[in-house]
């Protein structure tokens, strides 16, 4: 049985067989913010579904695609949607694009996510930045034998998300006059939103954000070396909050209404992260 060394392996094969460029930032667009891949410049674009081993994005709003090519002068890689727990596929599997990107070159990552917000003072199209997670997505992507080729048995994720990157991004977002957030996000498999009292539960463990993603990325990207930075864009108030159901139909509408002031943003920290 092929190993998921050898995946990645042939994975990073057939992606230099189209592309030359050598990442240095990784990008991970998530619900409704995937629009960001088609502003990439001189793009190789490689369908998930193309790519020895990789599942494929079957979520509305995820074009599922690997982006590599320059933005804001960065040479990047850019997944154009994401994989998720609850469509079906092992935690393994979903860090597999996160592992590509890292076998490919980046030691950076920004990854993105659409969330519900928790914490009062966050409004739909608030764009938060997240200091922290918690992990109730019942796993964990490194369960299993330890890929040491890859990273530690052990990985420490106390500064999971770079205190270093998040010092420049809030820097950036003071310079582009945008109203940055901060808080902690938290993740459950999905893909049923939670219930009000789960959100109560959350919001009294500390929880500012929710989503159904991210957080087996993050772990696979720290586990590899790679700093990481995530953006929320609040979508929604959690359930319990807001007054209306919740809905996919309403992530993407958040997310579309931001997309000048999320695309600004994410353009200026690829430009100026380091």
Do not use: W
Request: negative net charge.
């Amino acid at each position: 049985m092929i190993t998921v060394l050898e995946q990645l392996d042939e994975a990073c094969a057939r992606v230099r067989e189209s592309s030359e460029i050598v990442p240095e930032i990784g990008l991970i667009l998530g619900s409704g913010l995937g629009f960001l891949g088609d502003r990439v410049d001189q793009a190789t674009r490689i369908a998930y579904a193309d790519l020895p081993g990789f599942p494929v994005s079957t979520v509305e709003g995820h074009a599922g695609r690997l982006v590599l090519g320059f933005l804001a002068g960065r040479r990047v890689a850019v997944m154009q949607g994401r994989f998720h727990y609850y469509e079906g596929y092992s935690l393994e599997q979903v860090a597999m694009g996160v592992r590509l990107m890292g076998r490919l070159g980046a030691r950076i990552l920004i990854v993105t996510n659409a969330a519900g917000g928790i914490r009062e003072d966050l409004q739909a199209g608030d764009l938060m930045l997240i200091s922290d997670h918690i992990n109730l997505m019942g796993g964990n992507p490194l369960v299993g034998r330890n890929l040491a080729a890859l990273g530690p048995r052990f990985p420490d994720l106390s500064d999971a998300y770079s205190r270093e990157l998040r010092e420049q991004a809030r820097a950036v977002a003071g310079r582009e006059n945008i109203q940055l957030r901060e808080g902690v996000y938290a993740a459950f498999s999905g893909p049923s939103y939670e219930t009000p009292a789960e959100i109560r539960a959350l919001r009294s463990l500390g929880a500012d954000a929710v989503g159904m993603s991210t957080i087996p990325e993050v772990i696979a990207a720290c586990h590899m070396g790679l700093r990481v930075l995530g953006i929320s864009c609040i979508s929604n108030l959690a359930a319990g909050i807001g007054k209306n159901p919740l809905s996919h139909d309403e992530v993407q509408e958040t997310t579309k209404r931001v997309q000048e002031t999320f695309s600004r943003l994410v353009l200026a920290l690829v430009g100026q992260l380091r």
